[in-house]
């Protein structure tokens, strides 16, 4: 069954302006596709915000992993309760939006195989073709929309942090507007095929004995989000000008490259592999 509940959620991280202003300023515009749905709109991380800054404390897009521990000193950690204690209060559907410096386009992400989140991701595909689908598994339930069974997060870029660029906020609008849609109307929700990129390997950026990094994301690598990689590829350049190969036994496809929230971790990109889902 159809949640009538919907949560969105904009502004988890504070410098994703897309989504906070997306829920702050076109409430009106993007409620007349959700008439017959119970929608409430929430600034996810208020404190970061104010600071333009990815989090104060710790990520909350991470924290949710953690409400087990006592960490009386991050206020992510008592946001992530919060936004728990809401979610958890009645069912519902959640949908998370961000922005990415990656040149991922207009991407929808669902950690759990729920159905709904499936048949929701077809159906925007459908209507937005230029709208790819990735399969993040959470397994620890770690990000917010996780929460929840049943929900998605819309991920637009690329984007500069703490900017607001037209083309983002409208991607950002239509897909949200076409999300609630679907959710309004279940009945137009058909069953068909789903291509999807499921996140299958994490890969770090070369670095020396001290933690620092010995290369960057090589130029031919550099944009191609979603682009096929098989056998040998250029993964990195080194700083004294060497080419940096990787190999890949099968076609793989890798996102968010150079993502620079990511460099704290020294993540440089994901890759994927592509599959079919019948739904």
């Not at 404190?47 to 800054?53: D, G």
Request: glycine share 4%.
């Amino acid at each position: 069954m159809t949640p009538q509940r919907v949560l969105v959620f904009g502004g988890t991280h504070g410098n994703e302006w897309t989504g906070i202003f997306a829920i702050k300023k076109f409430v009106h515009d993007i409620q007349q596709e959700a008439r017959d749905l119970e929608v409430e709109f929430i600034v996810a991380n208020p404190e970061a915000f104010v600071l333009n800054r990815r989090f104060k404390d710790e990520d909350l897009n991470r924290a949710f992993q953690f409400l087990s521990e006592a960490r009386p000193h991050s206020y992510e950690h008592r946001r992530a309760r919060e936004i728990r204690e809401l979610i958890v209060e009645r069912p519902c559907f959640v949908i998370d939006l961000h922005t990415t410096t990656a040149s991922m386009g207009n991407t929808v992400i669902i950690t759990r195989q729920h159905p709904l989140n499936l048949r929701i991701a077809a159906e925007l595909v459908s209507r937005l073709p230029e709208t790819r689908v990735i399969l993040s598994p959470d397994p620890h339930r770690k990000y917010l929309v996780s929460q929840s069974d049943s929900g998605l997060m819309i991920e637009v870029g690329p984007v500069a942090n703490g900017v607001l660029e037209p083309k983002a906020l409208a991607a950002t609008k239509a897909i949200l507007a076409e999300t609630l849609r679907g959710l309004a109307t279940p009945s137009t929700l058909t069953k068909t095929t789903l291509e999807i990129y499921e996140e299958i390997e994490d890969i770090y950026y070369p670095l020396d004995e001290s933690g620092e990094l010995t290369a960057y994301i090589h130029p031919e690598l550099q944009g191609k989000d979603f682009s096929p990689l098989s056998g040998e590829y250029l993964a990195f350049k080194s700083f004294d000008g060497k080419d940096v190969k990787r190999v890949t036994s099968e076609v793989l496809y890798p996102i968010f490259i150079n993502e620079a929230a990511y460099y704290p971790t020294k993540l440089a990109f994901t890759l994927c592999r592509k599959k079919s889902v019948d739904l």
